[in-house]
């Protein structure tokens, strides 16, 4: 008997230490499993991950179209992070939510004074599009420094999203349009244009506020500063020379991959021309007229306060300058030496702008 009871107490000493064994294995495999999740997790922004929590905590989540809105800096960070976030399905596969630099698939190459910041700001409510807020001069003044610097620049997006930036003196530099097709063969690109003499007066009265002392918009529109020829070599009026600098983009791209803005008209109608680049980008019309609302004092439109915002959002001070008053008889002389221009650029673009 003795020894049937020692055999049992070896069976129920055996039988305890598998259930260790077991559970401690148990434990193992979880951890293992669970480290090794945190690890891979660093192949994801930690930043858009937390990003994603905060706003479902605090219930921006749309359930509807299972997008997130717009996003501020007060609850995000940085806009420039913020923008990656809006657009992500709930149905969304890890290697969706992993943002990296891409290459621009789109750029707005032109015009100065043409309203290429105002349309930046806006396209950027779109949560599809990831834009860089500065100018990087890359095509025109830091071509040298490669692609690789070039995307390193760029904001991070998701598969899907958008890439663009705008640097309006690609437009008129001789050497863009055959760097540009170099990295790209399919990217878009987007020309806002306005009457050129507005154009011109715009540019010059900007430069008077950073160098008083130049001469007059009339000495400097005539060669040898007197009524006459016009001196068509003077940036401020040879930037307007529209049909003559997208002569240069037509010989490297095809007109369906190019888009014109009509900078008039993005004042007075923003929404209507909104939807059009947002249709020439391939993307859902999401900005729309409930976006803006028209600011009298500045005389442009401005975005509606964002949510999460206490103020409507304006283009900064140096935008919707006051043009001083220039001699109408300059002005009828400078609508001469534009009409054949304009023209020749409304054949080019298949648009007529109405300039008269």
């Known amino acids: 008997m003795a020894t049937f009871h020692n055999h049992k107490q070896d069976i129920r000493r055996l039988v305890q230490k598998l259930a260790v064994m077991f ?20 192949l ?75 349309l930046l700001e806006f396209l950027r ?11 990087p001069h890359f095509f025109d003044r830091h071509y040298a420094r490669g692609l690789d610097w070039y995307r390193s620049m760029m ?30 063969h399919d990217i878009k690109l987007i020309v806002v244009v306005r009457d050129p003499i507005t154009r011109a ?60 803005v009509h900078g008039e008209r993005l004042i007075s109608d923003p929404a209507g021309e909104l939807g059009r680049v947002q249709d020439f980008l391939g993307l859902q019309r999401i900005v729309t007229d409930k976006h803006f609302y028209f600011n009298k004092t500045k005389g442009f439109p401005c975005l509606k306060k964002p949510e999460g915002s206490s103020k409507p959002h304006c283009l900064g001070k140096t935008k919707g300058r006051i043009h001083p008053r220039i001699d109408p008889t300059v002005i009828q002389k400078l609508r001469e030496f534009y009409q054949p221009h304009n023209l020749r650029f409304y054949q080019m673009a298949g648009q007529d702008f109405g300039w008269q």
């Open 23 to 42: 559970s401690f294995t148990v434990v193992c495999v979880y951890l293992f499993y669970f480290l090794n999740g945190c690890c891979n997790s660093d």
């Open 44 to 118: 994801v922004e930690n930043s858009d991950l937390n990003g994603v929590n905060k706003l479902l905590l605090t219930g921006w989540y749309n359930e509807r179209n299972g997008t997130f809105p717009q996003v501020t800096t007060s609850s995000y960070g940085t806009m420039e992070d913020a923008r990656g976030l809006p657009g992500l399905e709930t149905n969304s596969s890890a290697k969706d939510w992993t943002a990296t630099r891409r290459l621009p698939h789109a750029l707005i190459i032109g015009v100065k004074k043409g309203g290429t910041r105002a």
């Open 125 to 135: 409510l779109h949560p599809d599009i990831r834009a860089l807020g500065s100018e």
């Open 155 to 184: 904001p991070k997006a998701l598969d899907g999203q958008i890439v663009m930036e705008k640097t309006p003196r690609y437009f008129v530099t001789e050497e863009t349009p055959a760097r540009i097709y170099a990295m790209s």
């Open 201 to 260: 007066i715009s540019d010059y009265t900007q430069i008077i506020s950073k160098t008083p002392d130049v001469p007059s918009f009339e000495a400097l529109t005539f060669k040898n500063g007197s009524v006459g020829t016009i001196d068509a070599l003077w940036s401020p009026l040879w930037i307007g020379l529209y049909a003559k600098h997208l002569e240069r983009w037509l010989a490297y791209f095809p007109p369906s991959q190019i888009h014109f």
